[in-house]
């Protein structure tokens, strides 16, 4: 039986912010939603998040985000715990005393602000743990910059002796270069037992979780493999460095998988992006949510692609697409907008400045250039032509706007919601269309042109 802990309370003072540090985004997730995730191969059955600074906030961006990602149906409900005072991470764990009050197995306790530890890593850490029996089991690393971190000091078994947070180190306790990580698996009755001696006998006054080592035994160190996992986010700086490696990590996984990304520096992917083999991203795009890319598509330069699925051998230049589907062979860009459901068949294209929003059009049709269409449905081979309006909002309520199969709009017309233009309609340049259109009609709603032979401007008297 697993049950597992995070320390979620600080205020995470270096941040200078008045979010909890916990909450602060990496690639689209917040620090602790990505602590919550590193657990997820391994089988628990009580999931504690320790509260403090802002805990409400906390609180509700753990279960809105729960919402969000359809909730993991193996994961135990969330439980916050109180820590009304933030006196050291030792004083944290010990408010878990009253909620685990005979609970028999290991608690995993993770630090809320290590976001980059990959799953397999606990799992690693946990096997070990059970394969040793340990009354304590605690990841390390070892740091070319150890700067900040809790040194760890273990026997040649790798059986942990002290740890001292590095502001209590000594010059020569600098130089050990083995880290905490803030990732240990403890034997819950052992830990219970000794968790009220706690001292906060140290520099910053605190009670220091690190110090239950001194009390179990035995407490064995694991080696991380790759130490960028173990970083930890104590500010804004730590907090971009993060991104990095997530990046890299992200960016690597997709080449490896068939994907080209040109100037991958000048690009971003979130985690939660799916790209099919033979997709190219161009140099400036930004891929973010819950978007999927298929095969053959080229992506960019310049765009940006949220929540959003695009078919097969699709092109998107210079454009952002929100929340919106593409089908396949479509040309998007330079410079459209596809917002709040927008859905494009396949074969279409949507050219220069065109803004779609909640707008479905099917396969073969064109909005090449300068319209907006909002809360319209077009058929298949319609053609909007340059600068068509659909006027879908009177001051108060959005309208609809149908435009039947291959109608074509001529330049510069409005159609005013709520509309229907039915089948083979032409509406003539200019024209501002109020009423439906049956049918194989041609419409034209302006003035008629007045020409007025041999006239001319009176000279003005002298
Ligand atoms: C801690 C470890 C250090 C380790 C490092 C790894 C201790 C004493 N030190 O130091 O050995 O190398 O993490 O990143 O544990 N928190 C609470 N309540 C509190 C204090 C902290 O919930 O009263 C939470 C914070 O919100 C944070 C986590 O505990 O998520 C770690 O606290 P932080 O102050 O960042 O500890 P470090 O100084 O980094
Ligand atoms: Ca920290």
Not at 69 to 76: T, V, W
Not at 260 to 266: K, Q, V
Request: contains cysteine; negative net charge; charged residues 20%.
């Amino acid at each position: 039986m697993v049950a597992i802990a995070i320390l979620a309370a600080g205020r995470g003072t270096r941040m200078k912010s008045d979010l909890p540090k916990v909450l602060h985004e990496l690639g689209g997730r917040s620090l602790v939603e990505r602590v919550l995730q590193s657990c997820q191969q391994i089988q628990i059955t009580r999931r504690l998040v320790i509260v403090g600074y802002r805990g409400e906030l906390v609180k509700e961006s753990l279960i809105r985000g729960q919402e969000i990602s359809g909730k993991n149906l193996q994961s135990p409900p969330l439980e916050f715990v109180e820590q009304t005072e933030q006196l050291g991470t030792g004083h944290a764990i010990q408010q878990l005393l009253p909620h685990l009050e005979g609970f028999q197995g290991d608690l995993l306790v993770l630090n809320g602000d290590v976001p980059l530890l990959r799953a397999e890593t606990i799992t690693q850490l946990m096997a070990i743990h059970k394969q040793h029996q340990n009354s304590a089991t605690l990841l390390t690393a070892n740091l070319p910059n150890p700067q900040g971190y809790g040194r760890v000091f273990t026997d040649s078994q790798n059986l942990v002796q002290q740890i001292v947070e590095d502001r209590d180190c000594t010059q020569a306790q600098k130089q050990n270069h083995r880290i905490n990580a803030g990732v240990y698996c403890f034997h819950w009755p052992d830990l219970e037992k000794i968790l009220p001696a706690l001292k906060a006998d140290n520099d910053q006054k605190e009670y220091y979780l690190t110090d239950t080592v001194n009390f179990l035994s035995p407490v064995m160190a694991v080696d991380v493999e790759d130490y960028q996992e173990i970083l930890g986010i104590n500010d804004r700086k730590h907090l971009a460095t993060a991104c990095d490696i997530l990046q890299t990590r992200i960016k690597d996984k997709w080449m490896a998988a068939g994907v080209t990304l040109l100037d991958p520096n000048s690009i971003t992917i979130d985690d939660t992006v799916e790209l099919q083999p033979d997709v190219v991203i161009e140099p400036q795009t930004h891929l973010r949510g819950n978007t999927s890319i298929a095969s053959g598509s080229r992506i960019g330069p310049g765009s940006l692609i949220e929540n959003s699925q695009i078919g097969e051998n699709v092109t998107v230049l210079y454009s952002v697409v929100s929340d919106s589907m593409v089908a396949e062979n479509t040309r998007i860009g330079p410079y459209a907008h596809l917002r709040g459901h927008a859905e494009i068949g396949a074969n279409c294209r949507v050219g220069n400045f065109v803004e779609l929003k909640n707008t479905q059009i099917g396969d073969r049709t064109n909005v090449a250039h300068l319209s907006y269409l909002g809360d319209a449905t077009l058929g298949e081979k319609v053609n909007i032509g340059a600068g068509t309006i659909t006027a879908n909002y009177d001051g108060k309520n959005k309208h609809k706007t149908q435009i039947g199969d291959r109608s074509k709009t001529g330049s510069n017309s409005v159609l005013v919601a709520p509309i229907t233009l039915g089948e083979d309609v032409t509406v003539a340049a200019g024209s501002v269309v109020t009423e439906d259109v049956p049918n194989d009609c041609l419409v034209i709603a302006r003035s008629r042109q007045a020409v007025k032979p041999g006239w001319k401007l009176k000279e003005p008297q002298k």
